[in-house]
């Protein structure tokens, strides 16, 4: 049968995110995350998210598909989120944001408030900051504000790749606040992202990346990420324009972003070449080592420290041990301990998230709403190359801390995630059953597309015979693709919020039976196929 999706009238994005309720930390269990590391690479961190969408448009880039528009909390909402994570005993905060210093007025005014207020929080930026808009000033302040874990990409260093991928950073102003940040604040932790192998990419353009690397001495952790087509960016019309065959970005999809993937422009040899010089020449030069270690080992616990080399050496370090012994270090050359557990973790944690974000009472008629985040594969799948961290799924916090605030007592929603809150189908489908929910909503990363479906599809053969939808980036990019799978009724585009209210209001105007055509081309922001079973 012929595929019909209907796509209705986009939603308007919040352009006041005020307005939106404060992430209600209580509705996971941060407990059972903050024992694992998280997207920052560390323990016992909390993600605050002060913007929505980028203003940038780099081509391999698909975030503007998420969130077309750039939105921004107030300096006083971020400041106040993060002095109540800091009342809390999190000593940790990570910035999700695509670009925390779009507008450096707002970045400094928070980092001034933090100093005011005196707050003993660290930062850390992965998503990386962009590492052109700083400027000495703008550095001082936000290292003395707290910032530690400071990321930026730069991806390529070859002035033709910035303008071709539409990134056009100003490299020399790039390079200019890199160097300041390792000579000035050796303590603060340094990440820079490169890009390796975009279609017409010349080995000449990527010995320029792998130079401007070699000659910043004291980065702590470089990478050098292998090339990732994403469905539906510039960059597959691009790759596939320049003779990339579609077959090879199918296959590079989810290999991870060390792996060498098909897409390659350069022969396999050059890759290796490339890489096993960054490795041997960089990352385990012994003078950089001795001069980096022991300000990693101050700030990161042992297994954060080796969860980060093993990255680099996936099969050859699994410990620290490990890694000094390829680099040929002794202990006693390294004249610092790791930083203990006991000054990161916090004690009775979900104790003091109740005081903040007391209970709600719910009514035995609320609409039961069960929302299922797949990111990461259960310990059975360890073979799947993902890396491995954990990190509380904050889109479906977002989503039920809003509907929470909208319906009150008229809605009972609960979040789980896979690997953290089911480790198996079967665990999967008792949790349905004890919750007995009207609607289930899942979100999902294109990464994990297969997994996703797998899991609808086994909800659905456990006898769910109620209104299943799907949210968050994949569905967002590729509501066509993921609508083949007749066992979803719908996908949410982009931003969730509005769009699961309406739905939630119809759905409990009709006695909460599963919303018909009539219904859902009236519901903006969302994609649903006329095939689909539960239509017709
Ligand atoms: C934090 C983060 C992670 C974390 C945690 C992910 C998680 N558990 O949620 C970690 C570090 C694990 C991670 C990993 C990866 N990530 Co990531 N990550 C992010 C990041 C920076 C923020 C996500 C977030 O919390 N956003 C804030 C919330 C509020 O937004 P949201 O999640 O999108 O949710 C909103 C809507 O999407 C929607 N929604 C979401 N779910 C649902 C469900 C329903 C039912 C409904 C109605 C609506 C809805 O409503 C929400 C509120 O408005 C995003 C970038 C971004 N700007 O979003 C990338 C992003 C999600 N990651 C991305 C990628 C590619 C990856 C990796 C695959 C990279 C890799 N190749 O290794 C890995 C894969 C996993 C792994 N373990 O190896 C891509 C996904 C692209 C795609 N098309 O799938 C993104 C968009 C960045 C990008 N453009 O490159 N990631
Ligand atoms: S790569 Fe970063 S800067 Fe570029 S569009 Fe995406 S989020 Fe924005």
Redesign the pocket.
């Known amino acids: 049968m012929e595929q019909s999706v209907l796509v209705t009238s986009p939603r308007k994005q919040f352009n006041n995110l005020d307005t939106l309720p404060m992430?209600d930390r209580s509705l996971v269990d941060y407990t059972k995350y903050n024992r694992s590391i998280?997207?920052a690479g560390v323990k016992y961190s909390m993600?605050v998210?002060a913007t929505?969408?980028?203003p940038y448009r780099c081509f391999y880039?698909?975030?503007y598909?998420?969130?077309l528009h750039h939105f921004r909390r107030s300096v006083d909402s971020v400041f106040n989120e993060v002095k109540k994570i800091a009342e809390l005993g999190i000593k940790r905060v990570e910035f999700?944001?695509?670009i925390f210093n779009v507008k450096a007025k707002d970045f400094v005014a928070f980092f001034n408030k933090v100093i005011q207020h005196n707050l003993k929080i660290k930062f850390f930026f992965?998503?990386a900051l962009k590492g052109d808009l700083l400027n000495k000033e703008i550095i001082d302040i936000m290292i003395q504000g707290g910032a530690i874990g400071i990321n930026v990409s730069l991806e390529s260093a070859s002035p033709r790749m910035q303008k071709v991928m539409r990134k056009n950073l100003d490299i020399d102003r790039f390079r200019e606040n890199l160097e300041y940040i390792c000579k000035q604040y050796p303590e603060a932790v340094t990440t820079l992202n490169t890009m390796h192998g975009f279609p017409t990419e010349t080995e000449e353009e990527a010995m320029m990346t792998l130079n401007f690397i070699k000659d910043m001495k004291w980065i702590h952790y470089p990478y050098v990420h292998v090339v990732?087509i994403?469905?539906?960016t510039d960059l597959e019309k691009f790759a596939l324009d320049h003779g990339v065959p579609r077959q090879a970005i199918n296959e590079s999809i989810?290999?991870?972003?060390h792996e060498v993937t098909p897409t390659l422009p350069f022969p396999k040899e050059f890759t290796e070449k490339y890489k096993l010089s960054f490795l041997k020449d960089y990352v385990l030069n012994k003078e950089r080592l001795l001069k980096v270690l022991p300000i990693q080992m101050k700030h990161f616990t042992e297994d954060e420290l080796n969860q980060k080399y093993s990255s680099y050496f996936p099969t050859k370090i699994k410990k620290m041990t490990d890694l000094l012994k390829i680099a040929r270090i002794k202990a006693d050359e390294l004249e610092v301990k790791c930083l203990p557990e006991e000054s990161i973790s916090v004690p009775n944690l979900e104790t003091k998230i109740r005081k903040i974000f007391p209970e709600k009472k719910e009514s035995s008629e609320a609409v039961r709403l069960l929302?299922i985040?797949i990111?990461?594969?259960f310990t059975s799948d360890k073979d799947i190359?993902?890396?491995?961290?954990?990190?509380?799924?904050?889109?479906?916090?977002?989503?039920l801390s809003?509907v929470n605030r909208i319906f009150g007592e008229k809605i009972k929603g609960k979040i789980i995630?896979s690997r953290v809150d089911f480790d198996s189908y079967d665990e999967l489908n008792k949790k349905i059953a004890q919750f007995n929910p009207d609607i289930?909503?899942?979100?999902?990363?294109?990464?994990?597309?297969n997994f996703f479906h797998k899991t609808i599809k086994k909800i659905r053969e456990n006898g769910f015979k109620k209104m299943i939808?799907?949210?968050?980036?994949?569905?967002?990019?590729?509501y066509n693709e993921v609508l083949k799978d007749h066992n979803i009724d719908l996908c949410?585009i982009?931003?969730?919020?509005a769009?699961?209210e309406e739905?939630i209001k119809k759905f409990t105007n009709n006695g909460k039976t599963r919303l018909n055509y009539n219904d859902l081309e009236k519901i903006n922001g969302i994609a649903f196929s006329r095939n689909n079973s539960s239509l017709n």
């Open positions: 992430y998280g997207h993600a998210q929505r969408g980028c880039c698909d975030v598909k998420t969130t999700i944001d695509d992965p998503t990732r994403l469905p539906g989810d290999k991870s972003y929302l985040n990111s990461t594969h190359g993902e890396y491995d961290v954990l990190e509380p799924p904050l889109g479906l916090i977002s989503l809003y995630k289930i909503g899942v979100s999902t990363m294109t990464f994990h597309k939808i799907a949210g968050g980036p994949h569905p967002t990019t590729s949410v982009g931003e969730g919020e769009t699961l739905i």
